[in-house]
């Protein structure tokens, strides 16, 4: 019995041991999580910042945050996205287009992303699961759906277990765009920096230190916002896309109505150049005379207007031609003054934003934009993702109600990358030879603004303009000269151009002539034959004058032409100058005419009869003859001498020796006659 009682107690606890051995193997089965919450589970990492906050600036951007104050983000209002569920966890990026108020912009559907493996700096190796790539929808939302982002509870030697990280879990990744929709362009790189020290920069976005299964994780809350490189990374956190750039639509009967707007920032002051950029505005108003077009005026600095008062205000549009309409557009040009920074996105948005509607906005900007809508508050100092992408989204809101912008960069602030000009306007820059209408963006110096801002009128509304100059080289000339007044030129065109002046023009002081040929319609680009022709009077002629080189230049590049044949085509927008040389070549003629006179000595030849030709004259007797020169030719005579080979060498003597065209002298010598 006590053998019995004693046994009962060890059975049992050998039981208990045997029991919990069991489940210790059971559950050394490894089971995956999405984010533990179990008594053992594995605490979230303390350094990973909740998804709904920024992320923890890195120790190393405390010296770059003194040097611009972070940027608020622009107010999106969050959309559906997919539900994170089970191991799974959402990226999603916000794809804007046009801005449809100060604060807002609308979604972009379209847009593909992809997710890449990347180092601290950039993206390398593109992800090629499918989850790794997301398209945007209506709403302008591109969510991926990353999987493995929990934790597995693995077990070893039956009693000892751990939490082990899936392999997505807390990963970053870089986000790239790899095609835009129809009607859009991606802008893969764009300019950031300082004014000195700026260059194009991939316009790529790396996820946050955090990502955690059952976890959504959104652009311009906790990425793309702040980031662990400068600044000048930053974005609002809606990615960006450029409307493809309209054409322009206008009759070119019914004229064009063009927006200025200008950059009135002081480095437009400080670099000098406040007068040139008045007076290019004022050109282009003169460019537009006589076709019927309007212009309305718009500034920008720091914000925009740039200010209230006649020195930075806007002005409504007026039509130039009536009256003094286009000295009252250009005097108001001349009120303007500068100051501040660069703010692209309001410049633009107030145009976008206007009750009138415009044919072509043309922005003139001597700088990267510092400002955006609502942040003005910062140094104005650098260039960032966030201020371009402002500027992109109310460029798109005025071509989206059918205006064509054409952004000129002028000046050394502006003189770099041209990704930031394209990005508002389009991907066409301008070049010597090129079509003005098919350019959406230009950079010029200042001392060009003027001439490339009368070419962007003249080839908005339906025109080509011809300059021919006349140089000449006289005979005996080493080096060309104008040829003034006096030089006749005809000109005829083909249809659908037509010629606006007289055909047949003569210069006046300035050696020129110039002629316009005006088309239908800008766009397509209709083509004109033009055929030039030098008339050449009947002096000019007799004078020796014939064509000796012709050089044309369409819109600043050099062409080919035949002089014989002067024949270019051109079509609206061109500048074709022209300059006709003419060389002067003389052919020289003298003539000598030989008499006898009954005088010894030349001084009594004007009493001496002439002995005709063939008289017989006594032996030894002294005569004396005469030699009429005449120079017969188009061309001075000079070094002029008389031998008579039935005299000594030196007997015949001349008044002078040299003859113009024209002119005679007389020359003589005496000797005795002999047989």
């Keep these: 019995m006590r053998d019995q009682q004693g046994f009962a107690p060890r059975l049992t606890h050998a039981c208990v ?4 051995i069991l489940v210790m193997m059971f559950s050394a089965v490894p089971a995956a999580h999405a984010d533990p919450q179990v008594e053992d589970a594995a605490p979230t990492p303390s350094q990973s ?81 499918r989850w790794a790539t997301c398209t945007s929808d209506s709403d302008g939302d591109c969510s991926f759906t990353v999987p493995e982002t929990g934790q597995t509870r693995v077990c070893t030697l039956i009693v000892l277990c751990r939490w082990e990280d899936q392999a997505n879990r807390n990963k970053q990744f870089w986000i ?104 290019s ?17 718009y500034t920008f600095a720091s914000d925009a207007p740039r200010d209230s008062t006649d020195g930075g205000r806007n002005w409504p549009s007026m039509s130039i031609d009536p009256g003094g309409n286009a000295d009252t557009i250009k005097s108001r040009i ?46 104005g100092n650098t260039t960032s993702f966030d201020e371009i992408e402002a500027a992109i989204y109310s460029a798109n809101a005025i071509k989206a109600g059918g205006s064509r912008i054409m952004a000129v960069g ?33 950079q010029t110096g200042w001392e060009d603004l003027a001439i490339l801002m009368e070419k962007v009128a003249k080839g908005a509304t339906c025109r080509a303009d011809i300059e021919i100059a006349k140089q000449t080289l006289p005979y005996g000339a080493d080096s060309t000269a104008p040829g003034g007044a006096g030089w006749t030129f005809g000109v005829t065109a083909s249809a659908p151009g037509t010629l606006q002046q007289d055909n047949r023009q003569t210069t006046r002081e300035n050696s020129k002539v110039g002629y316009q040929v005006r088309f239908s319609t800008p766009k ?3 083509k004109s034959s033009v055929d030039i022709e030098e008339i050449l009077t009947d002096a000019q002629t007799a004078d020796g004058w014939r064509i000796d080189a012709v050089e044309c230049t369409v819109n600043g590049a050099k062409v080919s032409v035949d002089k014989s044949d002067i024949s270019l085509d051109v079509t609206s927008g061109d500048t074709v100058k022209c300059t006709v040389t003419n060389k002067q070549t003389l052919v020289p003629g003298v003539s000598i005419e030989k008499k006898a006179w009954d005088t010894p000595t030349a001084d009594g030849l004007d009493g001496a009869k002439e002995i005709p030709a063939g008289e017989r004259v006594a032996d030894g007797t002294t005569i004396t003859w005469t030699y009429l020169v005449t120079n017969t030719g188009k061309t001075p005579l000079d070094g002029i001498s008389v031998v008579d080979d039935r005299l000594p060498g030196t007997a015949v003597t001349c008044p002078k020796t040299s003859l113009k065209p024209g002119e005679t002298m007389t020359c003589s010598a005496s000797g005795a006659v002999t047989k």
């Excluded at 505005?281 to 005026?297: C, E, F, I, P, W």
Aim: with cysteine; aromatic share 6%.
């Design 17 to 20: 041991i045997i029991a919990t």
């Design 49 to 129: 910042p909740a998804p709904t906050e920024a992320p923890a600036p890195a120790a190393d951007e405390s010296s770059e945050k003194t040097e611009a104050p972070a940027r608020a983000p622009r107010a999106v209002a969050p959309q559906s996205v997919p539900r994170a569920s089970g191991d799974n966890a959402v990226i999603t990026v916000k794809v804007g287009g046009d801005r449809t108020a100060a604060n807002s912009v609308s979604g972009l559907a379209g847009v593909k992303l992809r997710l890449y493996d990347g180092g601290d700096s950039a993206p390398t190796r593109p992800r090629t699961e």
């Design 176 to 279: 790239v765009q790899e095609s835009a929709p129809a009607g859009w362009t991606a802008n893969k790189n764009l300019v950031i920096g300082t004014p000195t020290n700026n260059k194009p920069e991939q316009y790529t976005f790396v996820t946050g230190k955090e990502l955690i299964a059952g976890k959504t994780y959104r652009s311009g809350v906790d990425f793309m916002i702040t980031t662990n490189r400068s600044h000048i990374y930053n974005s609002t956190g809606t990615w960006q896309n450029s409307r493809t750039n309209p054409a322009l639509e206008t009759s070119c009967t019914a004229g064009l109505r063009v927006a200025l707007v200008l950059d009135l920032s002081g480095s437009v002051e400080t670099s000098g150049a406040l007068g040139t950029l008045k007076d």
């Design 281 to 297: 505005a004022k050109g282009m108003v003169d460019a537009l005379r006589g076709t019927n077009s309007s212009m309305a005026l």
């Design 334 to 379: 001349d009120a303007y003054s500068a100051g501040g920074g660069t703010n692209w996105d309001s410049g633009l948005w107030q145009v976008a934003n206007a009750n009138e509607k415009y044919d072509l906005a043309v922005v003139v900007t001597d700088g990267l934009p510092t400002y955006s809508y609502g942040n003005t508050s910062t140094n």
């Design 410 to 442: 002028v000046g050394d602030g502006i003189k770099g990358g041209v990704e930031n000009l394209a990005a508002i306007s389009g991907p066409n820059g301008y070049s010597d030879g090129g079509s003005i209408n098919d350019a959406d963006y230009f």
């Design 524 to 526: 397509p680009a209709q």
